[in-house]
């Protein structure tokens, strides 16, 4: 990308000059569903807002998602999900953000977390959704726009950045975005609003990704926060899920890479860059580095009294989730594999990455209302590519920064 076009230099001409050539990077089949993102929705909600109150029906929220991932990366299973959801949940939920929004404009936050009430709705898509509320404030958590507002960081790799889509990164993205749009209206007496910026980044990328062959395609933190689709077709398999003792099947390629990477920690030590695992989630180096020295504490006795006290826990905390979830289990018939299911069904629910599902989510499902169908969680009701998605999912969540499962 051209210096004058970075977030820093950037004039109000350029960004009119990229607005211009945005239609040509929208296909024609997507036209109409561009047409409802950008004016029939926010008017509609303008019209409901001097009416009373305003929010969104269920087909304006499956409408804009659709938008969402034709125009972006396209994850069937997040469709699915959000439409889950029954339209008096959409309507209440989608008012209260609104109402929470409108009575504090610098409170997007608040509104932000309240929309990821929603099944399958996390931090991007809920931006998407309080953005057309406000299109001339609320940015759109969308890849390129945060891969173009922090193009010029220090440790940026550009437009194959790795986004997590947390809400961390997207107060970044508003901070940074807010700072462009007073700079350009400054110098322009214009307005600019979110939107634009939105669609000039939308422009950039575009423009840099097609200039260049594409990357190899990387899962990407969304996909376990949002709606968790299968993974890609073209990979290795490692074959029954729990495979008899004589057969000593092979691990999977990635279990392998997983132990390469957590001896590349240790080779970096605490002071040394990132390391992510397969799944792009960053590695916890103060964690590995500790867990994996040759030290074996001086007092056994107490060293085995605190495992013993740490596995009395677990145990109880085992039975908690089985309570929590309405299962009708004994704890002799628990396996690894069905907690794994477990947790893969709370990080789906509430929209959050597997690694980052502790016991307090697992309350925090059942706060909020949420269930279990008859047979969901049994292994035999479990698609062989779901059970094997699960497993890469639990492959060393312990290991990842932030991680609930130590």
Same mark, same amino acid.
């Given at each position: 990308?051209?210096?004058?076009?970075?977030?820093?230099?950037?004039?109000?001409?350029?960004?009119?000059?990229?607005?211009?050539? !945005?239609?040509?990077?929208?296909?024609?089949?997507?036209?109409?569903?561009?047409?409802?993102?950008?004016?029939?929705?926010?008017?509609?909600?303008?019209?409901?807002?001097?009416?009373?109150?305003?929010?969104?029906?269920?087909?304006?929220?499956?409408?804009?998602?659709?938008?969402?991932?034709?125009?972006?990366?396209?994850?069937?299973?997040?469709?699915?999900?959000?439409?889950?959801?029954?339209?008096?949940?959409?309507?209440?939920?989608?008012?209260?953000?609104?109402?929470?929004?409108?009575?504090?404009?610098?409170?997007?936050?608040?509104?932000?977390?309240?929309?990821?009430?929603?099944?399958?709705?996390?931090?991007?898509?809920?931006?998407?959704?309080?953005?057309?509320?406000?299109?001339?404030?609320?940015?759109?958590?969308?890849?390129?726009?945060?891969?173009?507002?922090?193009?010029?960081?220090?440790?940026?790799?550009?437009?194959?950045?790795?986004?997590?889509?947390?809400?961390?990164?997207?107060?970044?993205?508003?901070?940074?975005?807010?700072?462009?749009?007073?700079?350009?209206?400054?110098?322009?007496?214009?307005?600019?609003?979110?939107?634009?910026?939105?669609?000039?980044?939308?422009?950039?990328?575009?423009?840099?990704?097609?200039?260049?062959?594409?990357?190899?395609?990387?899962?990407?933190?969304?996909?376990?926060?949002?709606?968790?689709?299968?993974?890609?077709?073209?990979?290795?398999?490692?074959?029954?899920?729990?495979?008899?003792?004589?057969?000593?099947?092979?691990?999977?390629?990635?279990?392998?890479?997983?132990?390469?990477?957590?001896?590349?920690?240790?080779?970096?030590?605490?002071?040394?860059?990132?390391?992510?695992?397969?799944?792009?989630?960053?590695?916890?180096?103060? !964690?590995?580095?500790?867990?994996?020295?040759?030290?074996?504490?001086?007092?056994?006795?107490?060293?085995?009294?605190?495992?013993?006290?740490?596995?009395?826990?677990?145990?109880?905390?085992?039975?908690?989730?089985?309570?929590?979830?309405?299962?009708?289990?004994?704890?002799?018939?628990?396996?690894?594999?069905?907690?794994?299911?477990?947790?893969?069904?709370?990080?789906?629910?509430?929209?959050?990455?597997?690694?980052?599902?502790?016991?307090?989510?697992?309350?925090?499902?059942?706060?909020?209302?949420?269930?279990?169908?008859?047979?969901?969680?049994?292994?035999?009701?479990?698609?062989?590519?779901?059970?094997?998605?699960?497993?890469?999912?639990?492959?060393?969540?312990?290991?990842?920064?932030?991680?609930?499962?130590?």
């Amino acid at each position: 990308m051209k210096s004058t076009d970075g977030a820093a230099h950037i004039s109000y001409s350029n960004l009119e000059k990229h607005l211009r050539s !945005y239609e040509s990077h929208v296909p024609p089949n997507l036209q109409d569903l561009e047409s409802l993102r950008l004016n029939d929705t926010p008017e509609t909600l303008a019209q409901r807002k001097k009416n009373g109150k305003a929010f969104l029906e269920k087909k304006e929220v499956t409408s804009l998602v659709e938008w969402k991932l034709k125009h972006g990366t396209y994850r069937p299973n997040l469709a699915k999900l959000v439409a889950s959801n029954t339209a008096k949940e959409i309507r209440e939920t989608t008012k209260s953000a609104f109402a929470i929004y409108e009575a504090d404009n610098d409170d997007y936050f608040k509104a932000i977390t309240a929309l990821t009430k929603l099944k399958g709705i996390g931090p991007a898509t809920a931006s998407l959704l309080l953005s057309t509320y406000d299109p001339v404030q609320v940015p759109f958590f969308s890849d390129e726009l945060y891969r173009y507002l922090h193009f010029e960081d220090a440790k940026s790799k550009g437009w194959d950045r790795k986004i997590n889509y947390t809400m961390k990164e997207y107060k970044e993205l508003f901070s940074k975005l807010q700072t462009l749009r007073s700079r350009l209206e400054k110098e322009s007496k214009q307005q600019v609003s979110a939107i634009d910026i939105e669609k000039m980044a939308y422009v950039l990328g575009k423009e840099a990704t097609s200039s260049t062959d594409p990357p190899p395609k990387k899962r990407d933190a969304e996909d376990d926060q949002e709606a968790l689709p299968p993974p890609p077709a073209k990979r290795r398999k490692s074959g029954n899920e729990v495979a008899p003792p004589s057969s000593k099947p092979k691990n999977p390629s990635w279990i392998a890479t997983d132990i390469r990477r957590v001896e590349q920690v240790r080779r970096k030590g605490l002071s040394g860059p990132p390391t992510y695992d397969t799944l792009g989630y960053e590695l916890d180096k103060a !964690y590995i580095i500790k867990k994996t020295s040759n030290r074996m504490p001086s007092a056994r006795s107490a060293w085995g009294e605190k495992a013993m006290r740490k596995f009395a826990e677990e145990r109880r905390n085992t039975m908690r989730k089985v309570e929590i979830l309405g299962l009708n289990k004994h704890e002799n018939n628990i396996s690894p594999f069905d907690e794994f299911v477990w947790c893969a069904k709370v990080a789906r629910d509430l929209g959050i990455a597997y690694h980052l599902v502790g016991m307090e989510e697992f309350e925090e499902w059942k706060r909020r209302g949420f269930s279990v169908k008859e047979g969901e969680l049994e292994r035999e009701n479990i698609p062989e590519e779901e059970r094997e998605r699960i497993s890469r999912l639990a492959s060393g969540s312990a290991l990842r920064k932030g991680s609930k499962h130590r």
